[in-house]
C-alpha cells in the first residue's frame, strides 16, 4: 500500500514527517514524501522516495513579504492579511506539484500548509489525514493561533477565533481552490462555508505530533483527533560532532544553547549583539546558531561559540538551557532533553509553545522578539540555570517524554485505518 506525505516549510516542519514516513515504512508502507527540494538529500537519505513541491516558504521568509509576515507577530489580522497574498502567489505551482507527488497513493497524509492533499484524496476516493505539529482544531480551549498566547474571555470567544481564521483564508483561496478542483480534480465546488465542516463530517482522521502531557487534549475535540506525542528525527547512529564543539563543551561549565533557527530579526547584528551582552550579563558561555544570521556573527568573544547547525537531540541534553524561537520542533526537543527553556517568539504558532512552556514550569515566561534586551533575557537566563525547581520540572517532564513513542502511537492509528 503507497501512503504519499505532503509537508512544506523549514527543517522543523520537515523532519517529523519524514520521521513519521520512516516509521510507516517499517511498518510495511511504501512511502513518498513530497517537499521543497533542500530536503532531497535527507528524505532519500532515511530511504524514502522524494518528491518536488516547487513552493518553498524558506524563501519567502527571505524576502520584504515574508519579513513583514514575521513581524505580525500576536496579531492575528496582520498575520492573515500578509500570509494570504504570499498562499495565493504560490499555490498554483503548488498545486500541480501535489497532483504528481500524489499519483497512485492509496492514502495521503499531509500538512495544515499542504491542504491539497485532502482535496485529492477526495478526487482519487481514499483515505486522508491530516498531521499537524500544533493545535489547529476548533476548540473552547483556548483561541486560535497565533491569539492562543493570549488571555480570552472564555469559550465562546475562543470558538469564534478558529472559524473567523478559517473563513479568512478560505475566502481568499474559495474561487482559485474551486476552480482547481472543477477543472482539475473533476469534483465539485465546495460551499461558502468551506472544508472544514466536511471534514468534520466525513471524520477525517487527524494525528498530532505532540504529547498530551505538552498539551492536553481539549474536551471538545472529536475521538478521532490523537495526540500521538512527538515524531523525533534523530541522528544517524555514526554521526560524530565536530572536534571544537567537544572541545568547547569540555573546556568550562555546560553553555547555554541560543538559536533563532530559520526566524530572521529585523536587524541580525543587534540581534547577535543582544544575546552576547545577556550571555556576559548572566555570566554564561554560549553556543550560538546563527542560522540565517551567520553574516553578521563576526568577532565574537571566545566563550561563544558559533555554529551553522548540529543535532538537538544530541547537543541540548549538554546545555544549561536552551534559549529558542518557540517552533514546536525545538519547543519538543529542549522538554525531551530535560534543559530549561527561554522562549523568545517571534509570530504564528511560537507565542503558544512559549506560554506552554511557562506553564509547564519548565521555563520563565516567555520574551516577545520585539521586546528582547540584554537585560531581560540575562535574567530570564539567569532563571532557566539557577531555579532548582524549574531544573527539576523540565528533567522529570523530560523523562516522560523519552518514555513516549509519537511515532508508534502514528502508525498504528494509519494502520487501524487503513486495514
Given at each position: 500500500m503507497r501512503i504519499a506525505i505532503l509537508t512544506a516549510g523549514t527543517r522543523g516542519d520537515v523532519q517529523p514527517y519524514i520521521a513519521?514516513?520512516?516509521?510507516?515504512?517499517?511498518?510495511?508502507?511504501?512511502?513518498?514524501?513530497?517537499?521543497?527540494?533542500?530536503?532531497?538529500?535527507?528524505?532519500?537519505?532515511?530511504?524514502?522516495?522524494?518528491?518536488?513541491?516547487?513552493?518553498?516558504?524558506?524563501?519567502?521568509?527571505?524576502?520584504?513579504?515574508?519579513?513583514?509576515?514575521?513581524?505580525?507577530?500576536?496579531?492575528?489580522?496582520?498575520?492573515?492579511?500578509?500570509?494570504?497574498?504570499?498562499?495565493?502567489?504560490?499555490l498554483l505551482r503548488h498545486l500541480s506539484d501535489v497532483e504528481a507527488a500524489c499519483d497512485g497513493a492509496d492514502a495521503i497524509v499531509h500538512s495544515p500548509l499542504a491542504f491539497a492533499g485532502w482535496h485529492i484524496a477526495e478526487a482519487l476516493r481514499v483515505p486522508s489525514f491530516v498531521a499537524a505539529l500544533q493545535p489547529a482544531t476548533r476548540t473552547r480551549a483556548f483561541p486560535a493561533m497565533p491569539l492562543a498566547a493570549r488571555w480570552s474571555p472564555g469559550g465562546t470567544y475562543n470558538l469564534l477565533t478558529h472559524?473567523?481564521?478559517?473563513?479568512?483564508?478560505?475566502?481568499?483561496?474559495?474561487?482559485?481552490?474551486?476552480?482547481?478542483?472543477?477543472?482539475?480534480?473533476?469534483?465539485?465546488?465546495?460551499?461558502?462555508?468551506?472544508?472544514?465542516?466536511?471534514?468534520?463530517?466525513?471524520?477525517?482522521?487527524?494525528?498530532?505530533?505532540?504529547?498530551?502531557?505538552?498539551?492536553?487534549?481539549?474536551?471538545?475535540?472529536?475521538?478521532?483527533?490523537?495526540?500521538?506525542?512527538?515524531w523525533f528525527l534523530d541522528r544517524p547512529d555514526d554521526w560524530r560532532p565536530p572536534a571544537r564543539v567537544t572541545g568547547f563543551l569540555g573546556a568550562g561549565p555546560p553553555p547555554v544553547y541560543v538559536g533563532f533557527s530559520s526566524m530572521m530579526p529585523r536587524d541580525p547584528a543587534a540581534m547577535?549583539?543582544?544575546?552576547?551582552?545577556?550571555?556576559?550579563?548572566?555570566?554564561?558561555?554560549?553556543?550560538l546558531a546563527t542560522g540565517w544570521m551567520a553574516p553578521a556573527a563576526r568577532d565574537l568573544p571566545d566563550d561563544v561559540l558559533v555554529l551553522d547547525e548540529i543535532p538537538h537531540d544530541w547537543l541540548f541534553p549538554k546545555v544549561a538551557a536552551v534559549v529558542h524561537h518557540g517552533g514546536a520542533g525545538t519547543t519538543a526537543a529542549a522538554i525531551r532533553a530535560g534543559a530549561p527553556a527561554v522562549v523568545v517568539p517571534f509570530f504564528a504558532d511560537q507565542p503558544f509553545w512559549g506560554t506552554r512552556v511557562a506553564a509547564l514550569g519548565v521555563g520563565p515566561r516567555p520574551i516577545v522578539e520585539?521586546?528582547?534586551?540584554?537585560?531581560?533575557?540575562?535574567?530570564?537566563?539567569?532563571?532557566?540555570?539557577?531555579?532548582?525547581?524549574?531544573?527539576?520540572?523540565?528533567?522529570?517532564?523530560?523523562?516522560?517524554?523519552?518514555?513516549?513513542?509519537?511515532?508508534?502511537?502514528?502508525?498504528a492509528i494509519v494502520d487501524r485505518v487503513l486495514r
Open positions: 513519521l514516513g520512516c516509521g510507516l515504512q517499517s511498518a510495511g508502507y511504501e512511502v513518498r514524501l513530497a517537499t521543497c527540494g533542500p530536503f532531497r538529500e535527507t528524505v532519500e537519505a532515511h530511504g524514502l522516495e522524494f518528491k518536488f513541491l516547487a513552493a518553498d516558504p524558506r524563501e519567502e521568509m527571505r524576502g520584504r513579504r515574508g519579513k513583514e509576515w514575521l513581524e505580525s507577530g500576536e496579531n492575528v489580522v496582520r498575520f492573515t492579511l500578509r500570509m494570504i497574498p504570499i498562499l495565493r502567489e504560490n472559524v473567523l481564521l478559517e473563513q479568512c483564508v478560505w475566502q481568499a483561496l474559495r474561487s482559485l481552490l474551486n476552480r482547481w478542483r472543477r477543472e482539475s480534480l473533476g469534483i465539485a465546488a465546495l460551499p461558502l462555508s468551506g472544508p472544514f465542516r466536511a471534514m468534520l463530517e466525513r471524520r477525517t482522521p487527524v494525528l498530532y505530533a505532540f504529547s498530551p502531557l505538552v498539551v492536553p487534549k481539549p474536551g471538545d475535540w472529536p475521538d478521532w483527533h490523537h495526540l500521538t506525542g512527538y547577535i549583539d543582544v544575546v552576547v551582552g545577556a550571555l556576559r550579563r548572566a555570566g554564561r558561555r554560549g553556543i520585539r521586546r528582547l534586551t540584554a537585560v531581560r533575557l540575562a535574567d530570564a537566563i539567569r532563571a532557566a540555570v539557577t531555579d532548582e525547581g524549574m531544573r527539576r520540572r523540565s528533567a522529570e517532564l523530560g523523562e516522560l517524554l523519552r518514555a513516549e513513542d509519537g511515532v508508534g502511537a502514528a502508525v
